[in-house]
């Protein structure tokens, strides 16, 4: 049994695959991880639904600029080639499908690309914030997690049982223990974390797992 | 040409004034950035009860929206992101029951607004549908896609901010303390501004301005914001 990748590990397997010139949306939490693993000699452009596209890493402490926040509510900085607008045409950047990848959080996915990610069942008091909008309208969306919750118990599921963000929204799963994609026949194995065999992902996971003749086989790790 | 147009007025309790009792208040703002802070301390010293404020948060602290919850003035709040840290007074209200809360998506929330500045009886989204904020609201299947009828979102009075804002009503915002104040200005009977500071007409280039003055009806300077 192994952990498989660490967050950071995570996060920069994601930043990998992140096209160069691409228009992203990091959500809050774990996604913000991936920015550190985006070299700045790469020109992928940063867009915060606070009307931010172009978002720079946060600056040196004191040098905040109290009117320059991220989607977190954290200072941040302005890149080369930024621009600022209003909700409206943030939220129109956001529906109107011109994010390349949104990268998301997860509660649980399941096997036809539904995401749970904004409130828990039974959960009083929710905050969707944008994760609705990002969900619904982004060309691709990821999602960012672990492979099971604080329990042990699978967060790729056959059916979300907390209430979801967005049905048959998510393209891509990054986990600790490895990328999954989300294909019309079911969930696709793309890759596994070093360490981690094919039984110990099926034994993880809630939901049927398509293999490929090379990943199925023994790893020699 | 004598000067007939003249917005600004010289305090923030003369800007709030003849907000009533039961208003749907727009609040403009996104956390604690772009927050109409003085404006909303006026509407606590006005004492209008009964409100339905419509902003993306709720606040936290002891400052800026959470204010209004604070003093009981809320039965009704409109946003996003409603559970925060910090955010005890709205939770005090909600828990009793005193507020009620109806959670809005962040870019149906902005575009509820822009419906109702354009005079639109509503617009369909992909936004929601198939999750928990769909009850109730009718919806469309439009190319192939599951749609949910969104409604305009009125507001009697918003209250907004800006860098600079002039005797016109023209607003030019800075970086992302824009977020909402320019939809919500476009979005409400009444209209009123507090700008850091208030300049000569004709001094903001009016390829800057970025909320033109025809939506506003009051401005008011409060200097810059305290270290």
Redesign the interface.
Known sequence: MTEGWTTDQMAARLARDIPDGAYVNLGIGMPTLVTAHIPADREVMHH?????VGMGPRPPAGEE?????DAG?NPCT?ALGAS?????V??TI??GGRLDVAVLGGMQVSARG?LANW?VAGQ??????????LA??AKQVWVLMTHTDKSGRPKVVEECTY?????RCVDRVYTNLAVLQVEAGGLAVVELAPGVDAAELESSTGAPLRWSAALAAPQDT | MGVVIDKVVASVDEAVAGVRDGDVVLVGGFGNVGVPVALIEGLVRLGRRDLTVVSNNCGTGETGLALLFKHHLVSRACASFPAQAGNHHFVAAYESGECALELVPQGTLAERLRAAAAGLGGFFTPTGAGTDLMAGKETREIDGRLHVLERPLRGDVALVTAHLGDRFGNLRHRRSSRNFNPVMAMAARLTIAQVEEVVPAGSIDPDDVHTPGIFVDRVVAVGGREP
Not at chain 1, 48 to 52: A, L, R, T, V, W
Not at chain 1, 163 to 167: I, M, Q
């Open positions: 915060s639904e606070n009307g931010i600029d109290p009117d320059l926040v509510k302005l600022i607008c209003d909700h409206t943030s939220f956001i529906r539904d409130r009083a008091l929710g905050s969707v914030g944008g994760a609705m909008d619904a309208g209430p979801l963000t967005a049905a």
